[in-house]
């Protein structure tokens, strides 16, 4: 296993690499301490909590140019989306905090000859001007919403900017702007290559024409082939195809569109391709469902049921009137679920994970759906656990969502997300009227043509790790040291599991495990020789102390819950069984030799 240091980038020498390196339990506390001697040396970190650097620095410039002094900037890549921002900030700032906002919006300078050619891109983008004392409440939009600019947006869109291609957008729909000021620094703009492949799109030895026709026709090479904007729709089209399971994952693109779909793995015949839809990150995916749900059928409570990754709770606290919480998955909260029910409360939706982060647990997808027909209300299932190359539940759900970040790219360097309406729902031609007149596309076409690629052996690699899952599956369980093991075959939840299992499916390649005590925990995690970081569905195995990271402010609600606050979640990868179980196996000898000497 290669060593990561602390702060760099995983992969490391990734421009746009989804996870950091926090290779101690100690450097994990300190990150949520905001220790110097770990925040300091972070080069990146996970997009929704970790501003890009490239992001960071566009909105310093723009900042500086049209804000007031000592002012901060936030990116968004549409008008639309940053005045949602403003909303969320206005409604929980103090007023005098609230009133010092402004958007601003940059867009291609139609004026400019260069800049005619890069139209097929629509690289726009907004900002929302604010004050240090608002900048909070604006982070906090952008980690739950997963709303915000994406990192090679920006720094494509920076590159435009400082070369007098985008210009402010100061029509009468256009909101004010402040003031402007001078803008500081070189007209020029030369970026060198992305370190994970892109080539220079922007070259200091070529006219503003050359560049122009450049940046329009390719936009990265990679494997020793250029792809062209004839490209990005096909591989929207191929990912959404992949996503639906009507599609070989190993099908090279043609620049001609692709046949009509036949038939997919879903077991919803009727399913279309346009029934798909893609984001910029899986949480955006849960955001703008639950925005259309509310825009369908009205402001309503929605139910989060079993323990939620964190951001999916946070929107449906904070975006609508609130929810109902279930925090075990359990028979007994269907049960108190259906009393409600039949004493006449009604609710928008029911949001689970199958199977559940990081426990596991897989809900009663059987009951939740009769009762949901019986009562009406949505269901909306988060599948990135599972994935959808081992069980299917879009029969069950009205929306099935994903975070293609993690096992369907596997690569760590690119962001995703995605919505499926099951055209059986009852709420179908509702959710596609409002999809009709609400959706914006925002995934950035860089983004689409690196998930294109990392797609294509989806479901080649979720076998291999299904069965190195199982492998150290074999080992946890059998070991001493370890308290309780959670994974999908061996949890109390199985049966429901079964029931959504392919028959060529596996159990995925997430578990997690908790310790007898935390000196145990800490020492097989300082000695576990993988990847450390958060992010999960990598390539290569990936340990996380997932719940001090998740839930730091929180961790005796957490414990409240039956979830150990020392629990220790290991995503698997692709290395070859016999060696990563040889790495399990020496992590759990230093956990019990640290017991020992203790």
């Not at 890069?118 to 900048?135: G, K, M, Q, R, W």
């Not at 029911?350 to 759906?369: D, K």
């Not at 919505?419 to 959706?439: D, V």
């Not at 990847?531 to 005796?556: C, I, M, R, W």
């Amino acid at each position: 296993m290669p060593e990561f240091e602390l702060g760099e980038s995983i992969p490391p020498d990734t421009a746009h690499a989804v996870s950091v390196s926090l290779p101690t339990w100690s450097a994990n506390v300190g990150y949520e301490e905001g220790e110097d001697w770990v925040v300091n040396r972070m080069t990146t970190g996970y997009p929704r909590f970790f501003i890009h650097r490239s992001i960071e620095a566009f909105a310093s410039e723009l900042a500086a140019k049209y804000a007031a002094k000592n002012s901060r900037a936030m990116l968004f890549p549409t008008r639309q989306i940053a005045a949602r921002c403003v909303s969320f900030i206005k409604a929980r700032a103090p007023p005098a905090v609230a009133s010092k906002l402004a958007i601003i919006h940059l867009v291609l300078d139609a004026s400019n000859p260069s800049a005619r050619a890069l139209e097929p891109l629509c690289p726009a983008i907004s900002a929302v001007l604010l004050s240090h004392e608002s900048f909070p409440y604006a982070k906090q939009y952008w980690q739950h919403s997963g709303d915000g600019v994406s990192s090679r947006r920006a720094e494509f869109c920076h590159g435009l900017f400082r070369d007098g291609l985008l210009r402010l957008d100061d029509s009468p729909t256009s909101p004010s702007v402040a003031a402007q000021k001078p803008c500081r620094g070189p007209r020029r703009y030369q970026r060198p290559s992305s370190l994970d492949g892109g080539i220079s799109i922007f070259n200091g030895n070529k006219s503003h024409g050359e560049e122009a026709h450049e940046s329009s026709r390719f936009l990265e090479e990679r494997f020793g082939r250029n792809l062209d904007m004839s490209f990005v729709a096909p591989a929207k089209s191929a990912i959404k195809r992949r996503i639906a399971g009507a599609l070989r994952s190993d099908q090279e693109l043609g620049a001609s569109p692709l046949p009509k779909m036949e038939s997919n793995t879903r077991g919803v015949v009727n399913l279309r391709e346009d029934d798909v839809y893609l984001f910029p990150c899986g949480m955006n995916a849960i955001f703008n469902a639950h925005r259309a749900l509310l825009g369908c059928r009205g402001s309503m409570k929605s139910i989060d049921y079993g323990f939620p990754y964190v951001d999916t709770l946070k929107i449906l606290e904070k975006f609508g009137p609130g929810c109902l919480f279930y925090g075990h998955a359990s028979e007994a909260d269907l049960d108190d679920l259906e009393a409600r029910l039949e004493g006449s409360e009604r609710f928008l939706a029911l949001f689970c994970e199958f199977p559940g982060n990081p426990l596991l647990t897989c809900p009663n997808l059987v009951r939740i759906r009769h009762l949901a027909d019986k009562f009406n209300f949505a269901v909306v299932v988060d599948e990135t656990i599972g994935t959808f190359a081992n069980i299917n539940v879009l029969p069950f759900a009205d929306i099935v969502v994903s975070s293609l970040t993690k096992i369907f790219s596997g690569d760590c360097n690119v962001m995703g997300g995605s919505a499926i309406l099951n055209p059986n729902s009852h709420y179908y031609a509702a959710l596609k009227a409002f999809a009709q007149k609400e959706f914006e596309d925002t995934y950035w076409a860089e983004d689409v043509i690196f998930m294109e690629r990392n797609s294509r052996d989806f479901v080649s690699r979720i076998d291999r790790i299904n069965a190195n899952a199982e492998a150290i599956c074999n080992v946890l369980q059998a070991h001493p040291a370890i308290k309780t093991l959670y994974y999908p075959k061996i949890v109390e939840s199985r049966p429901n599991y079964e029931v959504c299992k392919l028959p060529g499916g596996g159990y995925g390649g997430l578990l997690s495990i908790s310790f007898h005590n935390r000196v145990q925990a800490v020492a097989f995690y300082d000695a576990i020789d993988t990847a450390k970081g958060p992010s999960l569905g990598t390539n290569f195995t990936l340990t996380s102390p997932y719940v001090l990271l998740a839930h730091y402010q929180e961790l005796d609600w957490v414990a409240t819950l039956g979830v150990d606050p020392d629990l220790v979640r290991i995503s698997v990868g692709l290395e070859e069984t016999d060696h990563i179980v040889k790495v399990f196996q020496s992590a759990l000898r230093a956990a019990e030799e640290k017991l020992v000497a203790n």
